[in-house]
């Protein structure tokens, strides 16, 4: 599996899953400045978590316009895997491949530990290892996680089977407990739990690798 992760200044979760997708996969990914102007050939593309250009103006507005992200938004739209994680998520509402947006967290304080998740929907290239009703433990580290988007656009997400992880203990006011969505096809997912530190029992949970197999087993 060819995967390319992309670097925002800010990023400093872009090692991290890289490093996952090394030790699962056996293919080290290309590391691709926001910068740059168009991906290489790869079977993934990452939005790593960070902090890209220092969360100024709205998390993720404006690595949203960096230049690579032209070049991410239109192989999204022809079906290219893409994954955003905390920070990837927020771009990922940003550019519009994700609807609704990430709100400062409901306390207003930075939350950093462990939750535990349901897999509400495994059918799609993430989450096939997973099975419908698996509760998960997955770490989180974010200020601005709390899930909102409009009534319809809610409705319109449970009823197409758009959400894919639920928080069991919401530790930021997500609406309806959302912790991560897919787009209608299913080919986008953003989520603000980081798989990537949850690959090995030596990180406290090995829950996230799965996410990062079913990859390989799909791609």
Not at 41 to 59: A, H, I, K, N, T
Request: hydrophobic share 40%; with cysteine; net charge negative.
């Amino acid at each position: 599996m060819k995967s390319a992760v992309i670097v925002f200044p800010g990023s400093n979760c872009d090692r991290d899953v890289a490093v996952a997708l090394e030790q699962v996969s056996g293919q080290k990914p290309t590391m691709v400045w926001h910068g740059d102007s168009a991906l290489p050939e790869v079977d993934l593309v990452v939005l790593p978590g960070g902090f890209s250009f220092g969360d100024y103006l709205r998390s993720g507005a404006m690595a949203g316009r960096s230049p690579i992200m032209k070049d991410v938004v239109d192989r999204a739209h022809k079906g290219k895997p893409t994954l955003g994680i905390c920070n990837g998520f927020q771009i990922l509402t940003e550019t519009g491949l994700l609807p609704g947006a990430l709100m400062r967290n409901a306390g207003l304080k930075f939350v950093c530990r462990s939750v535990t998740l349901k897999v509400e929907h495994a059918n799609s290239a993430f989450t096939n290892a997973y099975t419908n009703g698996d509760l998960i433990d997955i770490p989180v580290a974010h200020h601005d996680g709390n899930y909102f988007a409009d009534a319809d656009t809610l409705s319109a997400l449970e009823d197409n089977g758009q959400v894919a992880f639920r928080y069991q203990d919401n530790p930021n006011g997500s609406l309806n407990d959302i912790a991560g969505i897919y787009n209608e096809s299913r080919s986008v997912l953003g989520l603000m739990p980081h798989p990537e530190r949850a690959i090995g029992d030596e990180l406290g949970s090995s829950d996230g690798r799965k996410m990062f197999e079913s990859l390989i087993a799909n791609l």
